[in-house]
């Protein structure tokens, strides 16, 4: 017997889902369908205060930095898209296939090749392991690591080098490398080279 998701137990999340009272878990659910649907909980939390008249100063002033910080993001994959389209193909990372690479494969430990762009609008390719899923923007959080050999083998996190990226920056899904400690220094080993061009 099928249960409503009101009554499966739950935990706080930053997004939330409309109209989930009563709704039931499908049998085959739409990813694509379930990341558009998926809404900002702070922009949920701003559009009942509006409806209720009880907006707070200081919710007004997180959702205006935050409405900022989209813009920023829209502004900066429409400028990556028209440097693609400028680029023709012919920047310093080559077009790769997506048809494998898929948002529902895209999950907190998996490693990634993403595509980072330069302000002389140079690609490079970088190293990453994902902090999170594909969230509503279409953006994921990614760690990136870097190079400490020739050979493109191995690698060390830089734990400050956090970013927001856009989905289709992501080039390539990698295998899980092996981990290496050497003393107190973590290493994370690959069996074959990857094609991370930093800069």
Not at 35 to 52: R, V
Not at 63 to 76: N, T, V, W, Y
Not at 93 to 109: A, M, Q, R, V, Y
């Amino acid at each position: 017997m099928r249960q409503p998701i009101s009554s499966i137990s739950t935990f706080e999340s930053l997004y939330c889902r409309a109209k989930s009272n009563e709704k039931y878990l499908e049998q085959t659910p739409n990813v694509q369908k379930m990341l558009k649907s998926d809404k900002c909980y702070l922009c949920e939390e701003h559009e009942y205060a509006l409806k209720d008249r009880r907006l707070a100063e200081d919710l007004q002033r997180k959702f205006i930095f935050h409405k900022s910080q989209k813009e920023l993001m829209r502004r900066g994959r429409e400028l990556d898209k028209q440097m693609n389209d400028e680029d023709n193909g012919k920047g310093d990372t080559k077009l790769i296939d997506k048809e494998n690479i898929h948002p529902s494969k895209i999950s907190e430990g998996v490693h990634v090749l993403v595509k980072v762009s330069s302000v002389k609008n140079k690609h490079y390719t970088y190293l990453g392991v994902a902090k999170s899923e594909v969230d509503e923007e279409g953006e994921v959080k990614i760690m990136f690591y870097k190079n400490v050999d020739d050979a493109g083998r191995q690698f060390k996190k830089v734990e400050t080098d956090i970013s927001y990226e856009p989905y289709d920056n992501i080039l390539e899904i990698v295998p899980n490398p092996k981990i290496i400690e050497k003393g107190k220094r973590i290493y994370f080993d690959f069996d074959d080279p990857l094609n991370a061009l930093e800069k």
